[in-house]
C-alpha cells in the first residue's frame, strides 16, 4: 500500500507539473488577430539541432515558411500594397488590381494579400511554371497570364508583359486603377525587411548572432536583413550570400564582377529552366540588391545534389520540411559554422516550405536515403 501510495504521489506530483509547463506555454499565446494581413511577420526561430550538434555551433531557421500564405514574400507583397495605398495608387475595397510578373511565391503572397483586402490579382508568369504553382494562383482566385519564357530585355517577357498589362489598365480607365508591384525593383521589398524581418531576428537572439545566411532572389531578404544586422553589430556579424549554381551574385560578392560564364546581361537564369532549386540566382543588379549589397560580406556556392541531400537530411533528423532556396541556405550554414569559433551563432532564413517544390526538388529529395550522414554532404 506504501507502495502504490508513493507513485501515486509522484503521479500527481508529475501531472501538476505538466499542468504547469503547459499553462505557462499557453501564456505565450498572441491575442486575436483582425484579419490575415495581421498574420503577417512575426514568424518564429527554431534551433536545428542536428545540424548545431555536428558543427558546435547553434543554427537557427528563421521561419517565414510560417506566414499565411507560405514564405517571406508576405511581408513584401503587403508592404507593396500598403506603400501605394498612402501614395493614392490603391484603395482598398475598390476592387483595385496588383500586376506582377513572377513564377515564384510572390505571386501567392500578392494574390493572398489582394483577397484579403479587396484587392484583385493580375500574375503573368511563364508557361512551364511549375503545376502546383499554376494550380495555387488559380484556386486563389488570381487572373493568370501565361506567356513563353523569353530574355528580360524581350518586351513579352513575363516581367515586362506585366507592366504593359498594368499601363493598359491605367490608361483604359474602367474605374479601377493598377499597380505593378515590380519586387526586384520596388523599394518596399528591402525596406520592409529592414524594418521587421533583421530586428525580430536581433531581437529573438538578444543581439547575439555571429553569422547571417541567406539566398538572393529579388536581394531583399538578404539586403534588408544585413544592412540592419550590421548597423546593429557592426562587423562581429558575418553576413553570407548563399548562391545557387548558375548563379552570377558569387562572384559578384566575393571577386567583385558579375558574369562567371555563357549568360549575357538580362538573360534568365539558367537553372530556371535547367536545374532544381527555384527562386534564388539570377545574373543581373536589380534595385533591391544595390541598395544593400555593401551589407553583404561574403558569399558561398552549393549545387542542387548539395541542396537537395540536405533537405532530405533536415527532413528526416529534425523534422523540417523545407523548400530549396531553405535548403541551400543550410548547407552554406554548415559551411560557415564549420569555419567559426565553437559556440558560435547563426541564423539562416527558411524561406518556404517543402510543399510549394513537390513535383521537381523534392521529387528528386524523396530518393535521396534516409541515412543520408552530413559529412557527405558539405
Ligand atoms: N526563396 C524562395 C523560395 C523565393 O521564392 C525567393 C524569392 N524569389 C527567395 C528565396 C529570395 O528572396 P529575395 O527575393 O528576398 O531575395
Redesign the pocket.
Known sequence: RTAITGVSVIVSVASLFYAYKTSSRLTDLAPPKNGVEELIGNTPMVLLPSLSKFTGCKIYAKLELANPAG???DR?ALNIVRTAETQGLLTRGHRDVVFEGTS???GISIATICNALGYQSHISLPDDTSPEKLALLECLGAHVKKVKPASIVDPDQYVNAAKKACKLLNEEGHGNKGIFAD?FENEA?WTI?YQNTGPEIYQQLGGRINAFI??????????GVSRYLKERLGDSVHTILADPQGSGFYNRINYGVMYDHVEKEGSRRRHQVDTIV???GLNRITR?FKCCEEYIDSSIRVTDEQAIKMAKYLCVNDGLFI????AVNAVAAVRVAQEMPAGSTLVL?A??SGS?HLSKFWKEASAVRNDIQLCDIV
Request: with cysteine; proline share 0%.
Open positions: 514564405s517571406a514574400k513584401v515564384g511565391s510572390t519586387q521589398n525587411h541567406a539566398g538572393c532572389g529579388t536581394g531583399g531578404t538578404i539586403g527555384e527562386g534564388i533591391n523548400g530549396s532556396s531553405t532564413i524561406c518556404d510549394r
